[in-house]
T-cell receptor
Framework: EDQVTQSPEALRLQEGESSSLNCSYT??????LFWYRQDPGKGPEFLFT???AGEEKEKERLKATLTKKESFLHITAPKPEDSATYLC??????????FGTGTLLAVQP | DAGVTQSPTHLIKTRGQQVTLRCSPK?????VSWYQQALGQGPQFIFQ???????QRGNFPDRFSGHQFPNYSSELNVNALLLGDSALYLC?????????FGPGTRLTVT
């Protein structure tokens, strides 16, 4: 069965303290691995798409990487405005996205 | 360029009632997907519409139905509402693999 698992469930960082979020997936025929940011009560905001192992994408303080079984979202020198839930989703052989439960990130000043 | 829009923003219904949620896709997108997100969970796929046909469906009962119009906008209908249907309903539009989400409709069933 296709599955996406994210860890940790919650992460508290001090401003400037870098860390990584993990997304492991078991999906038949992976067509893309997607990262989203979601603020409370709002829809997910698209961040990155990764298509093949070894691929990396960067945007400001965020960098996403992909292996054959996992993806990582690296956050470098985070700021309080980076606080949000980060969702990982896998697109498989079908057209739907399979989401993990997310990592709730809190960055304290 | 307008993104994905959804209406209404919030909705309160009583058990057993029926509800219709609406979605307008991002300009140039032809595919609309609907997701249900319970509190503290990731979005769960309901179904996807392309060329006015349901192309893919998740594990949701027949009480959940949808429609796509010639202008690519879409509706989600839920009949015989249950308390467990309370959630954030998200619409996503796409042209290729990347799906862009709207702000969602918060449905509360009492």
């Amino acid at each position: 069965e296709d599955q996406v698992t994210q860890s940790p469930e919650a992460l508290r960082l001090q401003e400037g303290e870098s860390s990584s979020l993990n997304c492991s997936y078991t999906v038949s025929g992976l067509r893309g691995l997607f990262w989203y940011r979601q603020d409370p009560g709002k829809g997910p905001e698209f961040l990155f798409t990764l298509y093949s192992a070894g691929e990396e994408k960067e945007k400001e303080r965020l960098k996403a990487t992909l292996t054959k079984k996992e993806s990582f979202l690296h956050i470098t020198a985070p700021k309080p405005e980076d606080s949000a839930t980060y969702l990982c989703a896998a697109g498989g052989a079908t057209n739907k996205l399979i989401f993990g439960t997310g990592t709730l990130l809190a960055v304290q000043p | 360029d307008a993104g994905v829009t959804q209406s209404p923003t919030h909705l309160i219904k009583t058990r057993g009632q029926q509800v219709t949620l609406r979605c307008s896709p991002k300009s140039g997108h032809d595919t609309v997907s609907w997701y249900q997100q319970a509190l503290g969970q990731g979005p769960q796929f309901i179904f996807q519409y392309y060329e006015e046909e349901e192309r893919q469906r998740g594990n949701f009962p027949d009480r959940f139905s949808g429609h796509q119009f010639p202008n690519y906008s879409s509706e989600l209908n839920v009949n015989a509402l249950l308390l467990g249907d309370s959630a954030l309903y998200l619409c996503a539009s796409s042209l290729g693999a990347e799906q862009y989400f709207g702000p969602g409709t918060r449905l509360t069933v009492t």
